[in-house]
């Protein structure tokens, strides 16, 4: 089975903190996402990466950042927490997608981490 | 625009009832595929069902089918006799395999099963 893991379930920091969320999966998959969720927004996405060392800005990447150092693991950067990003953030991971491929095209996700910023 | 739409925000079903939670999507790309997924209040994104653009066949995975109409860019999914916990938000969403590769996910639809 695809293992998506996320570092931390439930976290609380204060207003100006660092935060690092990190998610690995152990299926070597290209692809990873961090996506956003909030209520009545569905799911945003935030970075993507294609492979290792690569990252692209998703649909809302402002106040946040990425590194994918190892194809394994996708951190989440929030380089100075604000209230405003209190949300619960999902890591997704996949095979790159193929012709008519539901291996390749299904992505996996994590259990989410559930951030508070106070 | 919206590639994902999903009209209903909340359903209603009895238990041992079947209920259809409906999607449309838009796209100029001959191929790509469908998704299905359940999020239930703990969180977690589970993956319920695929359909690819070019399969002959709806997709089936017990319960759960997918009542895919191309030429209606329509890929409602069908829960057949509920079950409690069954209750849930459900979000369709859709993968081209050509351009960005990018998923892109619908609002969702609250599913609450009474018994």
């Known amino acids: 089975d695809v293992k998506v893991t996320q570092s931390s379930r439930y976290l609380v920091k204060r207003t100006g903190e660092k935060v690092f969320l990190e998610c690995v999966q152990d299926?070597?998959?290209?692809?990873m996402f961090w996506y956003r969720q909030d209520p009545g927004l569905g799911l945003r996405l935030i970075y993507f990466s294609y492979d290792v060392k690569m990252k692209e800005k998703g649909d809302i990447p402002e106040g946040y950042s990425v590194s994918r150092e190892k194809k394994e693991r996708f951190s989440l950067i929030l380089e100075s927490a604000s209230t405003n990003q209190t949300s619960m953030y999902l890591c997704a991971s996949s095979l790159s997608p193929g012709l008519q491929s539901p291996t390749g095209n299904t992505i996996y996700f994590g259990e989410g981490s559930w951030l508070t910023v106070v | 625009a919206q590639k994902i739409t999903q009209t209903q925000p909340g359903m209603f079903v009895q238990e041992k009832e079947a209920v259809t939670l409906d999607c449309t999507y838009d796209?100029?790309?001959?191929?790509?595929?469908l998704f299905w997924y359940k999020q239930p209040s703990s969180g977690e994104m589970i993956f319920l069902i695929y359909q690819g653009s070019y399969d002959q066949q709806n997709a089936t995975e017990g319960r759960y089918s997918l009542n895919f109409q191309k030429a209606r860019k329509s890929a409602n999914l069908v829960i057949s006799a509920s079950q409690l916990g069954d209750s849930a938000m459900y979000f369709c969403?859709?993968?081209?395999?050509?351009?960005?590769?990018?998923?892109?996910f619908g609002r969702g639809t609250s599913l609450i099963v009474h018994p």
């Open positions: 969403a859709m993968r081209e395999v050509g351009g960005s590769y990018i998923p892109t």
């Open positions: 299926m070597d998959h290209e692809n």
């Open positions: 796209t100029s790309d001959p191929s790509y595929g």
